[in-house]
C-alpha cells in the first residue's frame, strides 16, 4: 500500500505517489516568463524555491480554464526538478495497492503521450496514474536557451 | 567489512586534502623548473613539494588507495635525497614528477567520480624508480661558513644552510631575529604567525626555529622563535615589520657579520622542541583559518535572503500604516538600522565567500605548460593578477572559461615557431593575461595572444551568414551554437570552438559581459567582465505590460523621458515583427524597441514612457517600459529550470509581495535580438 495524492482535471482524476510530491497549494496565479513554452504558466515561489508551473491542461492538450477558488498546484519532484503542477483540484490523499495497478488502455496512453502510465481502479472510479519521471525528464535534455519570438508572428507562448 | 560507511566520510574529506596537496605541489615543482631555467635553484620549492607528497602518501595510505601510494612513495623517496644534497633538480626529474602529480591527480579524480584508482603503468614507476639512481649530488662547495650556534646549525638543512650561503654571496644580509610570545603581545596581534607574515615583506625567511629559554619577564612562556633572514632592508624596516616600538622587543634584528654568523649559548631544554613542534611551525601557518564547505555559507546568504525579503514586507507593512495616518516615525527609525546591520551582515558573509583572483590564476602556468608540450608551440606566458578578491562561485565558474580561451589561444592562435619567424614575428609566442578589479563589483580579465588573428570573412563564411563589420558582430558569430569548429580551426586558423559555452557562462550565468577584439596577422584579445559577486544586486524596477521587471543597475546606461513626437520610425522590413524606433540621444541616434513587443505582452496605451538605455559592446539600444518604480537592492535566484530559461531572463526576486519578479538581463536580450532582428533592420 502506497500514500498516493489524488487531483483532478477536466472531470477525470489522476494520481501520483504521495513521495514525489512536496505540497500542494492553492494557486492564484503565476508570473509570466516571456519565451517559456506554452503549457508553462510562469513561475511561483514555493518554500523560499522558485518553481515554474507547469498547466497540466495544456500540456495534456485538454482546454484551459480560468482560475477557480479549488485551482491547486501539486508542488513534484523527480528527475533532480521541481516542478509544479497546475490542476482543476487536489483534494485527497489515498493509499492504493500497487499490486492494483493497471497497464493504461492504448488509447489513454496515446492519447496522453504515454505520460499516464497505468490505471487505478477503485470501486466506481478509476484513477489515472501518472508518469511523474516521464513528465519531468522529457523537457532536460533540451538545455538550449531557445530563440525569443521576434520573427514567426505566432503569439502563442503567452496567455493574453 | 563494517568500516565502509566511515570509509566514504573520509574519501570526500581526503580528496579534498589531496587535491590541495597536489595543487601545491604544482606549483611548486613549476617554481622548481622556472628557477631551474634561470640557472638557479628553489631549494624551498624542493622542500615544498616533498612535503605535499609526503603527506598525499600518508593520506592515501589511511584511506587505502594503493596507487597512490606507490607513486607517492617513489616521488617522495626522491625529493628527499633531492632536499638532503642541496635541493636542486635536473629537467628530466622535474618532467618525471609532473608526471608523477599528474598521474595521482588522474586517480583523486577517478575516486572523486566513484570509480577505482587504477594501478599506476609500470614504466611510469620504472621512471620514478630511476630518478633516485641520477639524483645529482653536486651541492656547490660552500664559499663560507656559517658561524652559528652549533644546535642550531644542527637544526637547518642542507638547503636552507645553501640558500644563506647563497643569499650572502649575493650581497644580502644574514641576520637572526628574535621573537617571544607572551598573552600581551598576543593580545596587541603581535604572535607568531603575524610577526611571520610582516617578516615575509621585508626578508626572505629562511627558517624559524622554537626554542625553549628560561622563562623571563620577556619570555614568560620560556619559548622564543629564532627567525633566520635573508634581507637587504635596513634594521629598522624589519623591527617596523614585526611591529616593535622602543623596548617591547629587544635585540630583534642584530646584523651577523657575513658570512660569519654570531655565536650564542643555546639552553639546555631545547630538545624539548624538537621534532613535532619544528614541523608544526613550519608548514605554512594556517592556524585560525578554517575550511568551509561553500554549501554552508550558501546556508547562511539564504537565510540573509530571506532576512531582506522579510525587511520588504515589513516596509510595505508600515507604508501602508502611515497611509492610514499612523505615526510611524519609531518604526521607520528603527527600519533605518535594520537596513544598516543587514548591509553589514551581507558585507560579511559575501567576504567570507571572497578567494583571490590570483588562486584563479595559480594553476594556468601547468595548462600552458601542457599545451606548449602537446603542440609544440613556443609560448611565454605573462600573468598580470591584482589584489582583486572574488565570489567562490564566480570563480568557479571562470575557471574552465580561462582554461577554454587559453587553450584555444595556444592551440590555434599562436603560429608555429618557424611560421612566426616568418611573419617576422618573434619566435616565441605570448600570452598574456591581466586580471584586475574594474570597479568595486566587476573583474575584467583579458586574455590575449599575438597569434594570426580571427579572419571575419571566413568565418562568417563557415557560419554562412554575411560577414560581420566589427569585432561584435565577430563576436556573435563565433558564439552561434554549434558553429563546426574544425573546419574553421583549419581554413581561418582562429577559434570557434566552444565560445558559445563561454559565452554562456560569462553572460548568461554570470550576467557579464564579453568582448573580443581581433587584427588578423596581429592577435586577437578578449576581454571578460564578471561581476565580483553575485545574488545580491542594486536593481531598478520597473513595470511593462501590467507586469513588473527588475533589472540590475550596473547594466542601465541611463535611463530617458520617452518624447513620442521626437521619434523617428525605421521603416520596418516584412518579416520583421519588431518596431523598431530611433531615440535620439544627446546627438546620438539609439534604436528603441519596446520591451512590451519583445515579451508579448500587453501594452499600456502607447503614452509617454520612459526607456532603458544599455550598452552592449559599445552600442547603445534603449528598450521602452510604462513606468520606473524604483530602485532597491533585490535578492536574484537563478531560473535554472529548463521550462522558464529564457533568454534575457537571468533570474527571480522577490520584491516583498510573494510573489517572483523576473530579473532581466537586457544587455543579453538586446544581442539575443541582434542576433534575430536588429541584425537586419539595423545594419
Redesign the interface.
Known sequence: MKLHVVFTLTGAEYALPFDSVLQMESYTGATLVPGAPAYVDGIVTVRGMVVPVLDLRTRFGLPRTELTLDTRIVVTESVGRVVALRVDSAREVLKLDVEKHQPAPSIVSERSSGLVNAVHPLGKRLLLLIDLPKLLGENSHDLQPRALPANDGSNKQLPS | MTGTADLKEFIAAYLVEAEEHLAVANTQLLAVEGAQKNGSTNPRAVRETFRSLHTIKGLSAMVGVEPVVAIAHRMENFLRDSDRSGGTLAQPAIDALLRGVRAIEQRVAALARGDSAAPPSEELLAALDSLGLVATTAAPAPAAVLDLDPALLAKLAPFEVDQLLRGIAEGQRALRAEFSPSPERAAQGLTINSVRERMAKVADIVRVLPRGVPASPEAPGGLCFVLILLTRSSDELIAEAVGVRGAQFQSVARELPAPAMESELVPSIEAEFDGAEDGKIDTHSRRGVVRVDVSRLDDAM?GL??LIVTRFRLARAIASLTERGVNTRELSEIMTDNARQLRDLRAAIVRVRMVPVSELLERVPLLVRGLRRATNRSVRLELEGGSAELDKSVSERLFPVIVHLVRNAVDHAIETPDERLRRGKPEEGLLRITCGARTNTRLEITVSDDGRGIDRAAVAKKAGRPSPSDDAGLLDLLCI?GLSTRDIVTTTSGRGMGMEIVK?TIV?ELGGELEVHSVVGQGTTFTLRVPLTISIVDAFSFECGE?RFVVPVTMVDEIVEVDANALVKVPAND????TVDILSRRGVAVPMIQLAQ?????TAGKGAGKAIVVRRAGSAVAFAVDRMLGQQEVVV?P?N?????????SG?T?LGD?????VLDLVA?SA??S???LGGSAR
Open positions: 539564504e535572503s530571506s551554437p554562456r548568461d507586469q518579416d520583421d515583427s519588431l519583445v515579451f508579448r505582452l500587453k535566484r531560473l529550470d529548463v521550462l522558464v530559461r529564457a533568454p534575457g531572463v527571480a522577490d510573494g510573489r517572483p519578479t523576473l536580450l539575443s535580438l542576433m534575430v532582428s
